[in-house]
């Protein structure tokens, strides 16, 4: 392909929220790509489940056959906004395996076959974009792959997923339970029907993958990653983290470690965890996002911003066409998968960090002490005990909440402390475990 005046050939394969506004913004913007490209961009067809006139765009752009649309000789790019991980997974390496670059929103098909796709763009020379599939308008593949691509990343950590950040953050300032906050999330449109996947963190998870893979230069999949989700958070952690001075937030944490005698690893997990009022994704609320980056040379680095729906979603797909046409125009590629360090994963047992742990236990003499002495036997230290009576409807105290904050302790200890305080008679129920980001005591 050569000359200003060649086009670039263009297939979207899906049209719903993103799809259709990526088509709205090829068809709108049409003068301004073109001049930042330096060829005009056609739109040779849009693959679908249903063919109808309703669907707002010419109904001969419309094919349900999508692997004969990716495959035509005038396509140049695939814009891939149809998920699942298949029939995605096939028309990308179809697209691929004939030449065409791939932009892609699929961040569950990513955080599973990212090595596939990777070796199909190497060896079809093309590229594979796909900035939009973590926080959706915030810029944060791009920077990591190009603008720190000289420094070394030491730490990704984020809110990557604004349903749960939207029930979190409703629960924290109205005093709502989970199932309550969950409602309200999915009257206004942040909570799919079955929120499965955010609320448990499956959703987070495919994104920790993503992020790490990419800082790492380590290929991490969604089976690496630890999680957890925000299913059993309750009014009273938020009212144990208020008196802590924090707030809860559900993190994808991706960090390098080097536990004690051992060799440098990548650790991805997520899960719920209390965050300091004066950290700065403390105070990201609602179905906003971010994700701090922290580099040798760059320090602290935060990306803040929309992090879901169409439009801001589809901001990131165009701005991955463009550098995809320009790339076809000038005859060259963008970034490749970069392996080189093949770091082992970080069992989650081998990561340490700080813990909050609220039991229910009988108010009588010598409790505090039995309990101190489960966190002494596995050298876990404490840093504070919080303890409060607890009295029924009619006002009789029938027993006692001790919260106990640690010091850094190793997760399979904490683990080991807790299965042990539940075996205690006088621990009647341990009610919440939560780790604690964000300090450095």
């Known amino acids: 392909m050569s000359g200003v005046e060649t ?11 993103v799809g259709s506004e990526v088509v709205r913004i090829i068809e709108d913007s049409a003068e301004d790509l073109a001049a930042r490209i330096g060829a005009p961009l056609v739109l040779r067809g849009i693959g679908v489940r249903r063919v109808a006139a309703d669907r707002g765009v010419p109904v001969e752009l419309l ?18 906004l149809m998920g699942p991980v298949e029939p995605a997974r096939k028309a990308i390496l179809t697209a691929l395996e004939r030449g065409k670059s791939v932009v892609t929103a699929n961040k569950a098909l990513l955080s599973t076959s990212t090595g596939e796709l990777a070796q199909a763009a190497e060896s079809a020379n093309v590229d594979l974009y796909f900035e939009a599939a973590v926080a959706g308008a915030i810029p944060v593949i791009r920077p990591l792959t190009q603008s720190l691509a000289g420094d070394t990343v030491q730490r990704v950590a984020g809110i990557v997923n604004g349903t749960t950040n939207y029930i979190l953050s409703e629960m924290d300032s109205t005093g709502a339970d989970y199932a309550s906050a969950l409602s309200d999330a999915s009257a206004l449109g942040y909570a799919e029907a079955d929120p499965t996947a955010d609320v448990e963190g499956y959703d987070a998870a495919a994104k920790a993958a993503i992020l790490a ?66 950290h700065p994704l403390a105070t990201v609320n609602g179905a906003f996002n971010a994700v701090v980056v922290e580099a040798e040379a760059a320090g602290r680095l935060m990306f803040y911003g929309q992090g879901a729906g169409g439009t801001p979603t589809a901001s990131a797909v165009t701005g991955d066409l463009v550098m995809a046409a320009r790339n076809r125009v000038m005859r060259s590629r963008g970034p490749r998968e970069s392996r080189y360090a093949q770091l082992p994963i970080a069992p989650m047992g081998l990561i340490s960090t700080r813990y909050y742990v609220r039991m229910n236990v009988t108010d009588e003499p010598g409790v505090l002490s039995s309990v101190a002495a489960e966190f002494a036997k596995r050298e876990v230290s404490i840093a504070e005990v919080r303890q409060e009576g607890v009295v029924d409807d009619d006002g009789q105290r029938v027993g006692a909440r001790v919260v106990v904050v640690t010091h850094w302790a190793n997760d399979s200890a904490l683990s080991e402390t807790v299965a042990a305080l539940a075996d205690l008679d006088a621990v009647q129920a341990v009610a919440s475990v939560l780790r604690l980001e964000g300090t450095s005591a």
Request: aromatic share 6%.
């Open 7 to 17: 086009p670039v050939g263009v297939a979207v394969l899906g049209l719903g929220n």
């Open 213 to 278: 893979s990419i800082a790492f230069h380590t290929r991490v999949t969604a089976d690496d990653v630890y999680r957890e989700g925000i299913t059993k958070i309750t009014p009273d952690d938020f009212a144990a983290a208020r008196a802590l001075g924090c707030t809860i937030k559900l993190l994808s944490i991706c960090e390098r470690v080097t536990p004690p005698g051992e060799k440098q690893r990548v650790s991805a997990r997520v899960y719920p965890a209390l965050v300091p009022f004066e």
């Open 63 to 80: 094919t349900d056959n999508v692997e004969e649309l990716v495959s035509r000789e005038d396509v140049d790019i695939v814009i891939e």
